[in-house]
């Protein structure tokens, strides 16, 4: 089972912007599609998007579109998330994960078999 961290979270302004990262210790980390997902107080954890084993097709949740970029570097075994214009909603703990899904459609969080402890981003003036 990949063992995946995440990183880069914090507080931040409404408008401002926060690049997380998930980053892998073991090199079978290049072979797989990543999620990320988040999940806000009271809510249901959600999908944010993803990215294919060698970065070249992306997928975002529709809320998400034009404002996150997903990327990875596979050499530093991370994948990362940029957060520009960042709003009250977007508050939540971020987490990512293998995605089954390889970056062809959004995942249900009920398809991921494990979670890392995620990164709290919240974003507040």
């Known amino acids: 089972q990949e063992q995946l961290v995440e990183s880069g979270g914090g507080l931040v302004q409404p408008g401002g912007s926060l690049r997380l990262a998930c980053s892998s210790s073991?090199?079978?980390?290049?072979?797989?599609?990543i999620a990320w997902f988040r999940q806000a107080p009271g809510k249901e954890r959600e999908f944010v998007g993803s990215?294919?084993?060698?970065?070249?097709?992306?997928l975002y949740a529709d809320s998400e579109k034009g404002r996150f970029t997903i990327s990875r570097d596979n050499a530093k075994m991370t994948v990362y998330l940029q957060m520009n214009n960042l709003k009250p909603e977007d508050t939540a703990v971020y987490y990512c994960?293998?995605?089954?899904?390889?970056?062809?459609?959004?995942?249900?969080?009920?398809?991921?078999?494990?979670w890392g402890q995620g990164t709290q981003v919240t974003v507040s003036s």
């Open positions: 994960a293998v995605d089954p899904a390889r970056a062809t459609r959004p995942t249900s969080g009920d398809e991921i078999r494990s």
């Open positions: 073991t090199p079978t980390f290049t072979n797989y599609a």
């Open positions: 990215v294919n084993w060698s970065g070249g097709r992306t």
